[in-house]
């Protein structure tokens, strides 16, 4: 089991830019492969970014890819989306989830969720 914690989320201009936190507890950290997804009113949950448990491989939406970067700290058990020139449509409900092993892009081969955290894009 692991617990996750997401942190970070605001309102912010058109243009701006935030960071989200997720703090994990439990198991090793770094057996687990993070990723965060979204949530906008009245749509599905869709993928944002993925990392693997030693951080070295990443992937991401076409909608954020060169405006997101997801990061890891193993030693804080912590994943990181930064996230620069925000535009309105980036506006949803960002959740950071956790599974074990391979890489995957759909939320529901997540078994682990935050209880997500808001983020507000004003144009």
């Known amino acids: 089991q692991v617990q996750l914690v997401e942190s970070g989320g605001g309102l912010v201009q058109a243009g701006g830019s935030l960071r989200l936190s997720c703090v994990a507890s439990?198991?090793?950290?770094?057996?687990?492969?993070m990723g965060w997804f979204r949530q906008a009113p009245g749509k599905p949950r869709e993928f944002v970014a993925t990392?693997?448990?030693?951080?070295?491989?990443?992937y991401y939406a076409d909608s954020v890819k060169g405006r997101f970067t997801i990061s890891r700290d193993n030693a804080k058990n912590t994943v990181y989306l930064q996230m620069n020139s925000l535009k309105s449509e980036d506006t949803a409900v960002y959740y950071c989830?956790?599974?074990?092993?391979?890489?995957?892009?759909?939320?529901?081969?997540?078994?682990?969720w935050g209880q997500g955290t808001q983020v507000t894009v004003s144009s």
């Open positions: 990392i693997s448990g030693g951080g070295g491989t990443t």
């Open positions: 439990g198991r090793t950290f770094t057996t687990y492969v």
């Open positions: 989830a956790a599974r074990t092993a391979r890489l995957v892009l759909t939320p529901a081969e997540y078994p682990y």
